[in-house]
């Protein structure tokens, strides 16, 4: 694949340089030049970077210097790579940067990265669609300064009850928890994992009823996700059909 002068979208994972993808690594050795999100990714990923690489913060860039960024080296023919944390299509604001490139005719690609909305259930230890609990999950935010369409209002989701992660809202969690209410019970289990996958992670357990309290008093105001539903916690649930041995399909037959 000839990679000059094209631009890589690539999702660094959730901060453990680990869970970068190989894709992603390969990349990253070759690239010329790097604007990365610094409030989130893990330095540490750009030590797969050239020595040379040229690199950007993009916590104090606007659109349209990260956009002048990428033009000036395209039109050099360099490979630019645009760092996002977890996956780039969740809260990334990648859509809008895609868009401006559209408009100039610079090729890209994406190459997805573990959200840490994985790093978490996978810390938790806990599948997001148990059979008979829940088949869907939701991943959203609260809104606060910037915000959520009235349509998915928190208060409405929580009517599903329905496996959800809670993405950028740590901050507010006494709204948060108000308005999960109004649909889940007050006894619905409730996780708020903070730094997935770093070396300081930390899990606070709970239910709807005390999580606030515990959140506040550890101090917790960023870089938290908050799980809520009954698959922290199944009962009743089922084994899957998949493995099930009276369950047949395409590429399992019952054995006589
Ligand atoms: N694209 C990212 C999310 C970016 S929005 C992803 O897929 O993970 C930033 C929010 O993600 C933070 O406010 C926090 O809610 C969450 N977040 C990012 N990294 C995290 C981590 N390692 N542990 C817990 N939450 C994290």
Not at 128 to 154: A, C, D, H, M, N
Not at 192 to 201: G, H, K, L, T
Request: proline share 4%; hydrophobic share 40%; charged share 30%.
């Amino acid at each position: 694949m000839d990679k000059k002068g094209k631009v890589f979208f690539i999702g660094a994972g959730p901060g453990d340089p680990e869970l970068l993808t190989l894709k992603g690594e390969k990349i990253l050795n070759v690239c010329d030049v790097v604007i990365y999100a610094g409030s989130l990714v893990n330095e540490e990923i750009l030590d797969f970077c050239k020595p040379d690489c040229i690199k950007f913060d993009s916590a104090s860039m606007n659109l349209d210097e990260i956009i002048s960024v990428i033009e000036r080296y395209i039109s050099e023919e360099k490979i630019v790579v645009r760092l996002h944390t977890g996956d780039p299509s969740l809260y990334g604001a990648i859509f809008e940067q895609m868009t401006e490139l559209d408009k100039r005719g610079i090729e890209y690609e994406v190459i997805p990265g573990v959200s840490s909305a994985f790093a978490g259930s996978a810390l938790l230890k806990k599948e997001f669609t148990v059979p008979g609990v829940t088949q869907t999950v939701i991943f959203t935010r609260y809104s606060g300064r910037t915000p959520v369409p009235e349509k998915e209002k928190l208060s409405e989701l929580s009517k599903h009850r329905a496996s959800m992660v809670i993405f950028l809202s740590v901050g507010m969690i006494d709204d948060v928890i108000k308005a999960l209410k109004t649909g889940y019970k007050e006894d619905t289990p409730v996780a708020v994992v903070y730094r997935a996958s770093w070396e300081d992670e930390w899990v606070i357990r709970g239910t709807l009823e005390d999580i606030a309290e515990k959140v506040k008093e550890a101090g917790i105001k960023r870089q938290a996700l908050i799980y809520v539903g009954d698959f922290l916690a199944p009962k009743n649930y089922e084994y899957s059909k998949l493995y099930d041995e009276s369950f047949e399909h395409n590429y399992r037959k019952i054995k006589e």
